[in-house]
């Protein structure tokens, strides 16, 4: 009996020292030790109203000059069909995903505003190799976007009520800006480019924003994620960002976080920069040194600093908030998944 215990007692020990998403790191090298010799690719997601052109400044400095394979997708609700859903986003993201693990290559998976709910969800079944000859998620990036939960829509999030930066036209199916597209994604580009980005941008459909709760998926609790935050967003407010961090650290996400002084759209406005927080992410997912000159000018780390009394108003309550809010969310999960074991329901 007591020889029994010890046993238990040592497994439970052993189990409790990794994570159930993370494999022990001597087994994740045995298991995946065919990949150490090439760069991950780069899945790239635009968000609402957008097309994978946006991408272009940065793919342009991360493939040509940095080696990195780089695949940017076209999102269906994006293309003019009122009737693409979420489902039809997430296939997309997670065809191009798993084109790159069946070949043995890694991917990280980088994803902006509403993208960030599709990379999330994308993430689901690929947090691990499954053999040693496939690839699989080793990091996700967000920028300017959010956390997502696993069952809820885009439009859950805001209780189902429309956001003061677009409008439902119910006529056409599809989310119509309520803000000058310039104000919104792009106040920091000269007049030239603000103009030529607003000619590039698409329809978003009302489908995949209200439906699809079902398929959603908190992917950012599975894979070490990076949040790139954006200053001076005149869409998703910063506070609102750094409350959304600090909401899913509590939560147990593994979360670095950095800011740029940049409108919703960094990827345009300042793109050396953001290749630099996005080739410092590569590293820090692959463990692979990545060759970089790229200025990373305007990077901030948010956090409270003990001399720097503003520091605790700027950084430290919106993390702490979203702290709370994240403790709260567990405790409400957990005070569920009770009542639920014990009426059984």
Request: glycine share 10%.
């Given at each position: 009996?007591?020889?029994?215990?010890?046993i238990?007692?040592?497994?439970?020990?052993i189990?409790?020292?990794?994570?159930?998403?993370?494999?022990?790191?001597?087994?994740?090298?045995?298991?995946?030790?065919?990949?150490?010799?090439?760069?991950?690719?780069?899945?790239?997601?635009?968000?609402?109203?957008?097309?994978?052109?946006?991408?272009?400044?940065?793919?342009?400095?991360?493939?040509?000059?940095?080696?990195?394979?780089?695949?940017?997708?076209?999102?269906?609700?994006t293309?003019?069909?009122?009737?693409?859903?979420?489902?039809?986003?997430?296939?997309?993201?997670?065809?191009?995903?798993?084109?790159?693990?069946?070949?043995?290559?890694?991917?990280?998976?980088?994803?902006?505003?509403?993208?960030?709910?599709?990379?999330?969800?994308?993430?689901?079944?690929?947090?691990?190799?499954?053999?040693?000859?496939?690839?699989?998620?080793?990091?996700?990036?967000?920028?300017?976007?959010?956390?997502?939960?696993?069952?809820?829509?885009f439009?859950?999030?805001?209780?189902?009520?429309?956001?003061?930066?677009?409008?439902?036209?119910k006529?056409?199916?599809?989310?119509?800006?309520?803000?000058?597209?310039?104000q919104?994604?792009?106040?920091?580009?000269?007049?030239?480019?603000?103009?030529?980005?607003?000619s590039?941008?698409?329809?978003?459909?009302?489908k995949?924003?209200?439906?699809?709760?079902?398929?959603?998926?908190?992917?950012?609790?599975?894979v070490?994620?990076?949040?790139?935050?954006?200053?001076?967003?005149?869409?998703?407010?910063?506070?609102?960002?750094?409350?959304?961090?600090?909401?899913?650290?509590?939560?147990?996400?593994?979360?670095?976080?950095?800011?740029m002084?940049?409108?919703?759209?960094?990827?345009?406005?300042?793109?050396?920069?953001?290749?630099?927080?996005?080739?410092?992410?590569?590293?820090?997912?692959?463990?692979?040194?990545v060759?970089?000159?790229?200025?990373?000018?305007?990077?901030?780390?948010?956090?409270?600093?003990?001399?720097?009394?503003?520091?605790?108003?700027?950084f430290?309550?919106?993390?702490?908030?979203?702290?709370?809010?994240?403790?709260?969310?567990?405790?409400?999960?957990?005070?569920?998944?009770?009542?639920?074991?014990?009426?059984?329901?």
């Amino acid at each position: 009996m007591m020889h029994r215990l010890i046993i238990n007692l040592k497994s439970l020990m052993i189990s409790s020292c990794f994570s159930p998403h993370f494999p022990p790191r001597s087994t994740f090298h045995n298991l995946h030790f065919h990949s150490k010799m090439s760069l991950p690719t780069l899945i790239l997601i635009h968000g609402s109203w957008h097309g994978p052109i946006c991408y272009d400044p940065i793919i342009k400095l991360l493939h040509g000059k940095y080696k990195l394979k780089c695949i940017a997708i076209t999102l269906p609700s994006t293309t003019g069909n009122p009737d693409a859903t979420f489902k039809n986003d997430l296939d997309t993201a997670r065809e191009a995903i798993s084109n790159e693990t069946e070949a043995g290559r890694d991917v990280i998976v980088l994803a902006h505003s509403y993208g960030g709910m599709v990379g999330n969800s994308a993430v689901k079944g690929f947090e691990q190799p499954v053999s040693a000859t496939k690839g699989h998620v080793i990091g996700l990036i967000l920028i300017a976007s959010g956390f997502s939960f696993t069952g809820l829509a885009f439009m859950d999030l805001f209780l189902g009520q429309t956001p003061p930066f677009f409008r439902v036209n119910k006529e056409t199916g599809f989310a119509d800006l309520a803000l000058p597209p310039r104000q919104f994604f792009y106040h920091d580009l000269s007049d030239d480019e603000a103009e030529y980005w607003v000619s590039q941008l698409t329809h978003q459909n009302v489908k995949a924003l209200f439906e699809g709760g079902e398929h959603v998926y908190s992917g950012w609790m599975d894979v070490p994620t990076w949040y790139i935050g954006t200053i001076e967003d005149q869409g998703l407010p910063v506070l609102a960002q750094r409350m959304a961090v600090g909401m899913a650290r509590e939560m147990g996400g593994n979360i670095v976080h950095r800011e740029m002084q940049t409108s919703h759209s960094p990827f345009l406005s300042k793109p050396e920069e953001t290749v630099g927080i996005i080739l410092e992410a590569v590293e820090a997912f692959s463990g692979k040194k990545v060759a970089r000159t790229a200025s990373r000018n305007a990077v901030a780390v948010p956090e409270a600093r003990l001399l720097q009394p503003l520091t605790w108003l700027k950084f430290g309550l919106p993390l702490l908030f979203g702290r709370i809010v994240g403790r709260g969310i567990l405790i409400f999960g957990f005070g569920g998944r009770m009542l639920r074991s014990i009426f059984g329901r």
